[in-house]
């Protein structure tokens, strides 16, 4: 795991992309070193080539997840344009919304060119995750760093597949609210709402919001007294999907993991 981590690591840092030919890279020292070194029982000659192996994993499945997440990124500058799109997240933004699109029509762009996803600010407070709007809004592509070295959230929208980002110039109109055929993305979407509202219900007035965003990671109806409180005490990240979440995760896999390896005799004893 160690070694797997530090190839992707080694992907963010190369100066170019690297070609699918890393995954035949890998798969070829695996066989070469298995033939090499078991012919001559060298154990640790199998570590090494394990870890070097695992590290060009690292790197080949990175340069797989770039290609899947890649998407159409709308122009620099900003644009306005007429909107129509699928909500599929809704996430709190100060006094405003800001909501995750699924675009189905975004100005003169054909079908197939449009972006995966779209990221628009408004202050409408009127639909629900799962329904069909219509808009005017201000889009261009995803914004870089302000300054050098500091945070990019254009890197963090290329890998969240969102392709434009703006803000809403219209009231919306709804099309299709909670009817008409939907895609699986919207039905996770509804699900995971459907079990926020849930809680919500069952749980105390002041916690709800924290219990619904430790469970599902919306963090819509957390308090800014409280989020203030967890950034005071250095525990906000858990409210975070790649904090507490992925934390348990890799837990979960990283004792799964040792538990197998631990009933093979050889690797248990070395």
């Not at 070469?32 to 080539?49: C, E, H, M, T």
């Not at 919306?172 to 809680?199: C, D, F, H, W």
């Amino acid at each position: 795991m160690i070694a797997y981590g530090i190839g992707i690591s080694v992907y963010f840092g190369l100066p170019n992309e690297p070609g699918h030919w890393i995954w035949l890279s890998a798969l070829l020292f695996s066989v070469l070193a298995v033939l090499i070194f078991n012919r001559k029982d060298y154990f640790q000659g199998v570590v090494a080539a394990t870890l070097v192996c695992a590290a060009l994993m690292g790197i080949g499945r990175s340069v797989l997840h770039t290609d899947m997440t890649k998407t159409t990124q709308l122009p620099s500058y900003e644009r306005t344009y007429d909107v129509t799109g699928e909500i599929l997240a809704i996430e709190k933004s100060g006094p405003r919304q800001r909501w995750v699109l699924k675009p189905l029509t975004i100005g003169q762009y054909d079908e197939e060119k449009l972006p995966r996803l779209i990221r628009v600010t408004t202050f409408d407070r009127t639909l629900r995750v799962g329904d069909r709007a219509a808009f005017r809004a201000a889009l261009s592509k995803p914004k870089g760093a302000a300054v050098p070295g500091g945070y990019n959230p254009g890197f963090t929208a290329f890998y969240k597949k969102i392709g434009a980002t703006g803000y809403m110039l219209s009231k919306p109109e709804v099309l299709s609210p909670g009817s008409g055929r939907k895609s699986m993305t919207t039905m996770i979407a509804q699900m995971r709402y459907g079990l926020a509202n849930r809680i919500r219900a069952a749980a105390p007035p002041e916690t709800a919001g924290l219990q619904v965003a430790l469970l599902t990671g919306i963090r819509t109806w957390v308090t800014d007294d409280q989020t203030e409180s967890l950034r005071a005490g250095g525990l906000a990240h858990i409210l975070a999907i790649s904090g507490l979440h992925m934390g348990l995760i890799a837990g979960g896999v990283f004792a799964f993991t040792v538990k197998v390896l631990a009933r093979i005799p050889r690797l248990a004893a070395g």
